[in-house]
């Protein structure tokens, strides 16, 4: 069974660029959820899907970030435009609904805003 | 945001039992305690996670203190791939987002 994927692994962009950073969860697996870590801090979480509705995006920095999960399988988080601060480790989870709130990570995209 | 209180750092002889402490003393009735690691340049993995009553299973053991205020994740016979950030969270059974805390970074020694 193929677990969470994120591409790209790794993306460097200039300040003021746009960047869509895709995730695909587990197959049947109805909640997303995306996290990050900036430089220096702890994992912080951004919103959570379940199929294609955004349950919660409490965590959703501004209104710079986008995220989508069109027909309530793949995700995206599109950042426009990007800031510096904005660098850091993005991570997507997948979980199945009454699953314990199990959460299984990607490996995670590394972006770096110049 | 739930808080947790660990230790930054420990170390641990490879083939010795690893205890890694936890406190959640505002954790509240229905609310569970996961553990997390994160080797590096990985993402988190999922470990073990209990309510009330000690859990273990293929990879450690959980023990929960009566109040439920504290916890101890052990690893019975470290290995050198057990070196990672470790995570105590407490969140609902529910599908919610984990609050992650700054975690215990274990070192294993061969």
């Known amino acids: 069974e193929a677990g969470v994927t994120q591409f790209p692994s790794h993306s460097v962009i200039e300040k003021g660029q746009t960047v869509t950073l895709r995730c695909d969860p587990i197959s049947g697996h109805d909640n997303l959820y995306w996290y990050r870590r900036v430089m220096g801090k702890e994992i912080k979480f951004l919103l959570h899907f379940v199929k294609e509705s955004k349950q919660d995006e409490s965590g959703m920095p501004n209104n710079r970030f986008l995220a989508e999960r069109t027909g309530g399988t793949y995700s995206t988080l599109k950042v426009q435009p990007a800031e510096l601060e904005d660098s850091g480790v993005y991570f997507c989870?997948?979980?199945?609904?009454?699953?314990?709130?199990?959460?299984?990570f990607g490996a995670g995209t590394r972006l770096s805003v110049l | 945001d739930a808080k947790t209180t660990q230790p930054p750092s420990m170390d641990c002889a490879e083939g010795r039992a690893a205890n890694l402490p936890c406190n959640h003393s505002?954790?509240?009735?229905?609310?569970?305690v996961y553990w997390y690691r994160q080797i590096h340049s990985q993402g988190p993995q999922y470990i073990i996670h209990?309510?009330?009553n000690n859990e273990t299973n293929e990879m450690a053991s959980l023990i929960i203190t009566e109040d439920r205020k504290s916890s101890t994740l052990i690893l019975p016979h470290a290995t050198l791939r057990d070196t990672a950030v470790y995570y105590c969270?407490?969140?609902?059974?529910?599908?919610?987002?984990?609050?992650f805390g700054t975690g215990t970074r274990l070192t294993i020694i061969p």
């Open positions: 505002t954790i509240s009735g229905n609310e569970y």
């Open positions: 209990g309510l009330k």
């Open positions: 969270i407490y969140t609902n059974f529910g599908n919610e987002k984990l609050t």
């Open positions: 989870a997948s979980s199945l609904s009454l699953a314990k709130n199990i959460q299984y």
